[in-house]
Nanobody
Framework: QVQLVESGGGLVQAGDSLRLSCAASGRTISSYAMGWFRQAPGKEREFVVAITLSDSSTYYADSVKGRFTISRDNFKNMLYLQMNSLKPEDTAVYYC?????????????????WGQGTQVTVSS
């Protein structure tokens, strides 16, 4: 049974930073692609960033490129999302997800396990 638990969300002001964490169990994250998605009220779930197996190639949505950084600690089986220069439009529930593949995907339906999400609210 794969479990993902996100933490680190909160209420911040525009320009601030947050670091989200995702604790994984039941699956070794170094063996599979992992991703972060977000969903704002009334909007579809949106791809944020993904990281692939072994070579740790990363893929970012244009909206977060240069501001967000994904990383992982294979020893701790943890995934992170460092978010800098936050904007009000970054406000959403953020989810980490994993898929049974070493390749990344930007499509949320390609991921088979999800965390419960953590709320990020950025005030202007």
């Amino acid at each position: 049974q794969v479990q993902l638990v996100e933490s680190g969300g909160g209420l911040v002001q525009a320009g601030d930073s947050l670091r989200l964490s995702c604790a994984a169990s039941g699956r070794t994250i170094s063996s599979y692609a992992m991703g972060w998605f977000r969903q704002a009220p009334g909007k579809e779930r949106e791809f944020v960033v993904a990281i692939t197996l072994s070579d740790s190639s990363t893929y970012y949505a244009d909206s977060v490129k240069g501001r967000f950084t994904i990383s992982r600690d294979n020893f701790k089986n943890m995934l992170y999302l460092q978010m800098n220069s936050l904007k009000p439009e970054d406000t959403a529930v953020y989810y980490c997800a994993t898929r049974a593949s070493k390749f990344y995907s930007s499509q949320w339906h390609a991921y088979d396990y999800w965390g419960q999400g953590t709320q990020v609210t950025v005030s202007s």
